[in-house]
């Protein structure tokens, strides 16, 4: 499956919360790369489109009781439809 992680040009403005998934950090950097460095309330965070340009986001949100990012297992996952959180899952699988 093709995708592009944490771009300029990939627009997530107005996505918003449309799932959640269980993975460690490392198995995140694993599928999609080195996440790009939260501000306020997210410490990691990819952004992603794929080919058919569904775009997704994965976030650790507000999760202020751990020391790093690398602690997280439950991540939010955000796009504009359903779609983003089955195509996560399928990259998630297929990188294992």
Same mark, same amino acid.
């Given at each position: 499956?093709?995708?592009? $992680?944490?771009? =300029?040009?990939? /627009?997530?403005?107005?996505?918003?919360?449309?799932? *959640?998934?269980?993975?460690?950090?490392?198995?995140?950097?694993?599928?999609? %790369? /080195?996440?790009? /460095? %939260?501000?306020?309330?997210?410490?990691?965070?990819?952004n992603?489109?794929?080919?058919?340009?569904?775009?997704?986001?994965?976030?650790?949100?507000?999760?202020? *009781?751990?020391? =790093?990012?690398?602690?997280?297992?439950?991540?939010? $996952?955000? %796009?504009?439809t359903?779609? =983003?959180?089955?195509? $996560?899952?399928?990259?998630?699988?297929? =990188?294992?």
């Amino acid at each position: 499956m093709k995708f592009k $992680v944490n771009k =300029s040009d990939i /627009e997530v403005s107005g996505s918003c919360l449309q799932g *959640h998934i269980t993975a460690t950090y490392d198995d995140l950097v694993k599928a999609f %790369g /080195e996440p790009e /460095e %939260g501000c306020d309330k997210v410490k990691a965070e990819w952004n992603i489109e794929f080919a058919d340009e569904t775009i997704a986001t994965i976030y650790d949100w507000k999760n202020y *009781h751990l020391d =790093s990012a690398k602690s997280v297992t439950d991540w939010h $996952v955000g %796009g504009f439809t359903g779609l =983003s959180v089955v195509l $996560v899952d399928e990259v998630l699988i297929n =990188s294992k």
